[in-house]
């Protein structure tokens, strides 16, 4: 069965430093979208892209986030200068066409920030 | 603004048992709820989605119902098994817009 990948599974980073997470989505979906559940919280929305662009952000999803699709298969969140608060796992999904659905979730990637 | 509220937050239940959980949302304007589960420090199965024209969904033992009017659903799981034990989430869709979580219930089944 098709699955979202995710890439690293875990990544221990400072304080400052700039973060790339990727993510393959399923081949034939067209919507993606980046989650976060910090540790004992909900999962959370940060953005979702479609047509290559941002549809939708939340409040949470400031600046020093950027996502980027650079080659039609890959799908990527960056954090610019990574926060002790930015410690989360991160899960990448994706969806096909249409609102009934189901959205697929990846494995996550945990990132600790020291 | 979509919230999704899921109790009990734990459930422990011995081995055989059947059980429910809950889940309601506050915006009854749907098209679908997605039921969900989380093994400790892993990622989200999706387990069940729910279409809002729908009433319920199976799948092997577990059923999961929704009625948009009171704005809840129950995912029911049929002789519980050690295997079941994990965090299950629910999550509301409305149209394009993202996914909204419950925090979920934690269920432990005991041998």
């Known amino acids: 069965e098709p699955e979202v990948t995710q890439t690293p599974s875990h990544q221990v980073t400072q304080m400052g430093q700039e973060v790339i997470l990727r993510c393959v989505p399923i081949s034939n979906h067209l919507y993606f979208y980046w989650y976060r559940q910090i540790l004992g919280q909900k999962v959370e929305f940060l953005v979702s892209f479609y047509n290559n662009e941002i549809s939708e952000k939340s409040e949470i999803f400031d600046d020093q986030f950027s996502v980027e699709r650079p080659d039609g298969s890959n799908f990527t969140l960056k954090i610019r200068s990574t926060k002790l608060e930015d410690s989360a796992m991160y899960f990448c999904?994706?969806?096909?066409?249409?609102?009934?659905?189901?959205?697929?979730f990846g494995e996550g990637s945990w990132l600790t920030v020291v | 603004k979509q919230e999704v509220t899921q109790i009990p937050a734990a459930l422990s239940v011995p081995e055989g048992e059947n059980l429910v959980l809950n889940c309601s949302f506050t915006d009854s304007a749907i098209y679908n709820l997605q039921w969900f589960r989380q093994d400790p420090g892993k990622g989200l199965t999706s387990l069940l989605l729910?279409?809002?024209?729908?009433r319920e969904q199976t799948s092997g033992r577990l059923n999961a119902s929704l009625d948009k009017s009171s704005g809840r659903s129950t995912l029911y799981i049929a002789a519980s098994q050690p295997g079941d034990s994990a965090t299950y989430l629910c999550?509301?869709?409305?149209?394009?817009?993202?996914?909204?979580f419950g925090k979920g219930t934690r269920l432990s089944v005991i041998a």
């Open positions: 729910i279409q809002s024209s729908q």
């Open positions: 999550a509301a869709y409305s149209g394009n817009t993202p996914l909204v």
């Open positions: 999904a994706s969806k096909p066409q249409g609102p009934g659905n189901t959205i697929y």
